[in-house]
T-cell receptor, first 117, second 111 residues
Framework: GAGVSQSPRYKVAKRGQDVALRCDPISGHVSLFWYQQALGQGPEFLTYFQNEAQLDKSGLPSDRFFAERPEGSVSTLKIQRTQQEDSAVYLC???????????????FGPGTRLTVL | TQLLEQSPQFLSIQEGENLTVYCNSSSVFSSLQWYRQEPGEGPVLLVTVVTGGEVKKLKRLTFQFGDARKDSSLHITAAQTGDTGLYLCAGAHQAGTALIFGKGTTLSVSS
């Protein structure tokens, strides 16, 4: 079946502009995660949904970052008033996550590369 | 913040050589995954280890989870140019929670 898809793949924004990044998880996957990856670094956790509930948003760097998953499938990460330090690759991952340890496995999308000028 | 330390950060070797990448932490993880990431793509899962002392083999790749579930290693035998990429270890403290990633090891294998 289809994997995790993200759109757009590339986004260039002017400083101060709002952006919205979309994630389509694997069908049937309960959990959805957003990560931020700086160049040459490992991904860093932003936020996590189980179905439509946002269970953890402790990684969001500021109140300019907002994520939603209203119907428990597609998710959108929104960044308001973008700053240059927001430039990074934003990765989405999904997981079956039924509370059993084997379902910790997360499957990643290709990411959206955001460049803020 | 619970950190996963990966070493080495960069590794450049010739085809046919062996190598080991290490992933260490001061905290215990319920599971640990190894991912490989190529430029412009998301990380791709290689293996999950969940039991202390567990060893898993995937062709020329051998993964080991430490007895105390605080560390892991990835060993590649007879590296090939196709092994080039960013190798990431990632741990979870509880099932279904966010992964904590190491900073990665950039491997370059030349012919």
């Amino acid at each position: 079946g289809a994997g995790v898809s993200q759109s757009p793949r590339y986004k260039v924004a002017k400083r101060g502009q709002d952006v919205a990044l979309r994630c389509d998880p694997i069908s049937g996957h309960v959990s959805l995660f957003w990560y931020q990856q700086a160049l040459g670094q490992g991904p860093e956790f932003l936020t996590y949904f189980q179905n439509e509930a946002q269970l953890d948003k402790s990684g969001l760097p500021s109140d300019r970052f907002f994520a939603e998953r209203p119907e428990g499938s597609v998710s959108t990460l929104k960044i308001q008033r973008t700053q240059q330090e927001d430039s990074a690759v934003y990765l989405c991952a999904s997981s079956l996550s039924l509370g059993k340890i084997w379902y910790n496995e997360q499957f990643f999308g290709p990411g959206t590369r955001l460049t803020v000028l | 913040t619970q950190l996963l330390e990966q070493s080495p950060q960069f590794l450049s070797i010739q085809e046919g050589e062996n190598l080991t990448v290490y992933c260490n932490s001061s905290s215990v993880f319920s599971s640990l995954q190894w991912y490989r990431q190529e430029p412009g793509e998301g990380p791709v899962l290689l293996v999950t280890v969940v039991t202390g002392g567990e060893v898993k083999k995937l062709k020329r790749l051998t993964f080991q989870f430490g007895d105390a579930r605080k560390d892991s290693s990835l060993h590649i035998t007879a590296a090939q140019t196709g092994d080039t990429g960013l190798y990431l270890c990632a741990g979870a403290h509880q099932a279904g929670t966010a992964l904590i990633f190491g900073k990665g090891t950039t491997l370059s294998v030349s012919s």
